[in-house]
């Protein structure tokens, strides 16, 4: 199964290299023959690239240590979940998992327009083969999954122990579905280019493809955020590590681009800008994907060194250069049909969110690379922490979190003082009030105050928007309350799934000012001992130390703490905290020892207890971290994911009606001579 | 359908873009925890103690201090978060280092410059607001600076255009004109 596994891959690199070449020329040959063998080839590929990764998982399940990245990524006696997740925890493992979600995009990207967009199809295909041959290229040439050693190991060098966590298991596939899905709205834009048809069509493609990145890329940052937090055991969820960078980077342009396509389908501008941003999209996909695997930053997720960079940079620069001459000789095709009419309307307000989302993206992009540049420049070398992101993306988030409540309040094209007010009224209440009530109960940290009083705005803006249109229903068609808000949300599921996006990101943003309120304490304890703490909301807390344990569990020996947690007033807790030493199949120590966190969660905060070590007599070394809001943020990416599944949700076929106006086709509509 | 003169610039600049993919610095060595590290790791910090010494700081403005060193292992954080959390030799020693300095009443700026002495300014969590450092600090505001004032140069623009030319469109309204009219009807009939 190994040999038929690394064949396969070299099949489907001839297939991708077949699919590429003939897409192509069948396209500009106009040549039918030609393009279905393109599609057939992309169907071929994508069946020797599943070949080849069963090859693969065989080979870590059967642990045949005589393959360098089965003895270097498992051990015999790693569970055998583990075993399945090693596919994608190494360098060459994980470039083959995003051939085989890229090849099966592109097999579905294809058979799906292979006859609604026949002009576009063939580049479609042929430019879907070519970045799939890229990394076929780098899977077979760069880092080949399939390399044996000269000898046979008696056992593996076994798993990383903080990616044996169920969070890292599923957080890796769901961000490279999310990177990968972005090739997909990219050869579509290549293919737009190319043959000059850039009007709306290609648009409603892109657009569910890169919402899928967008869902997906989503679920990926919060299971990433979450492992870090459970597992790494430093009390926070988000690092601004260059690998977290690179994840958020193409999701903020892609965020960008679901905001402004809106733009263009009202009415019909930002056609470069939107053009633009799905190329940037898939570049700084690739651009993470480089950053991950060059080794050219230091972080605490990248990969062991390799020469894959060097691929990487090159299929960047390629890819940047074709499309940065794609759009250079297309700027007349796009040219905008309409102009903006006020700086007041719903399109302006767009154009600075598209602004701060992709500023954000910049800065992050720009913190992420300036030690290289001031290496480069001074010769010095800097680090550029997460005190230097807070400082330079909070005030540039609230400035995005104000927009959110902004935009759905003005009016598209043009917006009356009346209306205005009529519209702002309500929202600025709302904020107004939680801004008193919050300096009345005593806050005083200012950001988290405009974090607050902005994401009180916002949610005003989504129940107002909620209440207008359910009220609406309500007069319209009699339904009660309930049933007018679900048809609402129905009927227009772009609109309200939008707006359930928003409050997700407005309890985001709430969570992420709770860690303003952050307390942290170091204690060393003894068995029976006790330790008083108070919390960030000024309740008294007393941790009693049940000793420690030693036990051998699975492939690993254990060392941990127990305490009983009591707040004074509530119900005592039992917060358990361990060291974990993780063994080879003999017993013998491998890597450094991981830390298991201890927490107890509640809606209020956590109570976060890190063991840092034990002494000869027993004594443990502690962290006691109260992290206020945490569960929110878990939430708030809940209710995103929410909103982004009811924004997915296919939607009955939608018609443009004469006079410029869209709308769906509802029996209502059907009767009135449709 | 591309022209072949379209296709042989498009040739040429890929071709000079791979040229310039070759010149792409040397990689580094990098990894997971206790895989390898990166930089030149744990160098010890000493000063003498100035004589009569009493700790400089309180337990938590030590700690303050601590979140303003960063780690030489490939965690990203700084001394205070790394030192119980991450399988790292590094942070404890900089952390027993960081609490010499204090016991020896040297104020938080001494320590941190005696540690940037040592390690450099690598060792310093966000680089000092000064010379070309301030470039990271001011380029993103800059850009989006510049974004906004292109952004609404172009809308002035436009607005002209819109302003000198008559107005033609249809108002775009997400319904269907059946929808309309029951809205405008109901709403009527709502006062």
Known sequence: ?674 | VVSRRDFLGAAAAGAGLLAAARAVPGQQATGLPGAEMSGEGYLPVRLPPKPGAEPSMTPDERDALERRIACPCPCTLDIFTCRTSMPCEFSPAIHRDVMALVDGGHSAQEIVDAMVGVYGEAILMMPRKEGFNWAGYLMPFAAIGGGAAVILGILRAWRREAEAAPASEAPVVDATPDELARLDAALRRDG
């Open chain 1, 1 to 674: 199964m190994t040999l038929l596994g690394e064949l396969a891959l070299w099949v489907a690199l001839v297939m991708a290299a077949w699919g590429t070449t003939v897409s192509f020329a069948g396209g500009v040959l106009r040549t039918r023959s030609l393009i279905t063998s393109g599609e057939r080839a992309v169907y071929a590929t994508l069946a020797f690239v599943i070949l080849a990764s069963l090859g693969l998982i065989s080979a870590l399940l059967r642990s045949d240590f005589s393959v360098r990245y089965v003895a270097s990524y498992t051990s015999a006696n790693l569970p055998t979940p583990y075993k399945i997740s090693a596919f994608w925890a190494g360098q060459s493992g994980s470039l083959l998992f995003w051939t085989l979600v890229l090849a099966t995009y592109a097999a579905v990207a294809v058979w799906l327009n292979r006859r609604r967009l026949p002009e576009l199809a063939p580049y479609v295909t042929g430019t879907l083969s070519a970045v799939t041959l890229c990394f076929l290229l780098v899977t077979a040439f760069g880092s080949n999954p399939y390399e044996r050693l000269s000898w046979l190991p008696p056992d593996g060098r076994g798993m990383n122990p903080q990616l044996q966590n169920p969070g890292m298991a599923i957080h890796p596939p769901n961000l490279y579905f999310g990177y990968v899905a972005t090739a997909v709205p990219f050869a579509f834009a290549v293919a737009a280019l190319i043959t000059r048809r850039l009007d709306a069509e290609w648009l409603g493609a892109v657009r569910r493809w890169t919402l899928l990145s967008w869902f997906f890329l989503t679920i990926g940052i919060l299971l990433g955020m979450w492992w870090a937090y459970v597992e790494l055991g430093w009390g926070g969820y988000w690092a601004w590590d260059p690998v977290e960078n690179a994840s958020l980077l193409p999701w903020l342009t892609g965020t960008a681009f679901l905001h402004s396509i809106m733009v263009q389908e009202k009415r019909g501008m930002l056609r470069t800008w939107n053009v633009t941003l799905v190329i940037a999209t898939f570049l700084l996909a690739v651009f993470g994907t480089f950053i991950t695997r060059s080794g050219i930053i230091s972080s605490v997720h990248s990969f062991a060194q390799s020469t894959v960079g060097y691929w990487f940079a090159g299929f960047l620069m390629v890819g940047l250069g074709v499309s940065a001459y794609l759009v250079s000789t297309r700027l007349r095709d796009l040219e905008a049909t309409a102009r903006l009419e006020s700086m007041v309307s719903r399109e302006a307000t767009f154009l600075f969110n598209n602004l701060l989302l992709v500023g954000i993206a910049f800065s992050v992009l720009w913190g992420t690379l300036f030690p290289i540049i001031s290496e480069a420049v001074r010769g010095t070398k800097i680090t550029v922490g997460a005190p230097f992101f807070n400082q330079v993306n909070v005030p540039l988030g609230l400035g995005l979190l104000a927009l959110a409540g902004i935009g759905p309040l003005i009016a598209w094209r043009r917006a009356s003082v009346a209306n205005l007010r009529r519209q702002f009224t309500g929202p600025i209440i709302s904020g107004v009030v939680a801004g008193v009530l919050l300096l009345a109960l005593g806050m005083r940290d200012v950001h988290a105050m405009i974090a607050y009083v902005l994401g009180a705005f916002v949610m005003g803006t989504i129940v107002q928007e909620f209440a207008k249109g359910a009220r609406a229903r309500r007069v319209l068609y009699g339904e009660g309350p309930g049933a007018a808000l679900t048809h609402l949300i129905a009927r227009n599921r772009r609109r309200y799934g939008g707006y359930i996006v928003h409050a997700g990101i407005v309890v985001l943003f709430a969570a992420f000012a709770g860690l303003a309120f952050k307390k942290e304490f170091d204690v060393s304890i003894s068995p029976g001992e006790t330790f008083a703490a108070t919390d960030p909301f000024g309740r008294e807390w007393t941790f009693a130390s049940n000793g420690v344990s030693r036990f051998e569990q699975l492939n690993r020996q254990v060392t941990a703490i127990a305490l009983t947690a009591t707040r004074a007033g509530g119900q005592a807790a039992l917060i358990t905290t361990e060291k974990r030493q993780h063994v080879d199949s003999r017993g013998a120590p491998t890597f450094e020892p991981s830390t298991e966190v201890g927490i107890l969660e509640t809606w209020r905060q956590d109570v976060y207890v890190v063991l840092a070590g034990v002494a000869a007599d027993e004594r443990a070394e502690i962290r006691i971290t109260f992290n206020p809001l945490v569960r929110w943020v878990w939430l708030g990416g809940a209710i995103m994911l929410v909103g982004g599944l009811v924004v997915m949700w296919p939607q009955g076929e939608r018609r443009r009606a004469e006079g410029g106006y869209l709308a769906p086709l509802e029996p209502a509509a059907a009767t009135a001579g449709d």
